[in-house]
């Protein structure tokens, strides 16, 4: 069966600190992979969306970036973080046929001080 | 210019039927419609999805109009565990678009 980790957790850092979360899936090949973030009480916002290795489409102009650098592995990074980058950070994985479901990560909670 | 809108909250009581509407009427006659719940702290959970037809699984039913511009989610005897925050979504270009969702509380 398919998993998706996220890591880390939890994470408190300063501001204009780097920033690196890493997200891998199993079980499966070839997904389609995204970041969301969610701030408090609020909905899913599309960061960025991913359909194979190297390739990546972002969705909102911000300080962030991410990369595909193997198969199942998607990270999301920024060099200087702003206290608005604040929120929960979500990796999701969708399977290549249309109509499939899409698959939520555990989270990574990021508080920016 | 929201793609789908649902209820901000609604209330349940324990073990009775809990119905969470969606409208999605600027959806394309070929997209499947989802729904996902989020416990708080926790990644949103895959619950079902349809097309066309009615669809039931372990955890509830779907039922889509025939016109396909609304559906409505059914927990059948819900929970305490129930309790979340319910998103329809669909696929809008080459990605999933989340409104803000209903927060189902269900009461004992």
């Known amino acids: 069966s398919q998993t998706i980790h996220q890591w880390p957790a939890t994470l408190v850092q300063p501001v204009g600190s780097p920033l690196s979360l890493e997200c891998t899936v199993e079980?499966?090949?070839?997904?389609?992979l995204y970041w969301y973030r969610q701030a408090a009480g609020r909905g899913l916002q599309l960061l960025f969306y991913s359909v194979g290795i190297g390739q990546i489409s972002s969705e909102v102009p911000q300080n962030l970036s991410a990369s595909r650098p193997q198969d199942r592995q998607f990270i999301l990074s920024s060099k200087k973080l702003l206290l608005s980058d604040s929120g929960f950070y979500l990796c999701a994985w969708t399977g290549e046929l249309a109509g499939a479901s899409q698959y939520f990560g555990p989270g990574t909670r990021l508080l920016v001080l | 210019d929201a793609k789908t809108t649902q209820p901000t909250s609604m209330d349940c009581a324990e073990g009775r039927a809990a119905n969470l509407p969606c409208n999605h009427s600027?959806?394309?006659?070929?997209?499947?419609v989802y729904w996902y719940r989020q416990i708080h702290s926790q990644g949103p959970q895959y619950i079902i999805h349809?097309?066309?037809n009615n669809e039931t699984n372990e955890m509830a039913s779907l039922i889509i109009t025939e016109d396909r511009k609304s559906s409505t989610l059914i927990l059948p005897h819900a929970t305490l565990r129930d309790t979340a925050v319910y998103y329809c979504?669909?696929?809008?270009?080459?990605?999933?678009?989340f409104g803000p969702g209903t927060r189902l509380s269900v009461l004992p």
């Open positions: 079980g499966t090949s070839n997904p389609n």
């Open positions: 600027t959806i394309s006659g070929n997209e499947y």
């Open positions: 979504t669909f696929y809008y270009g080459q990605n999933f678009v």
């Open positions: 349809g097309l066309k």
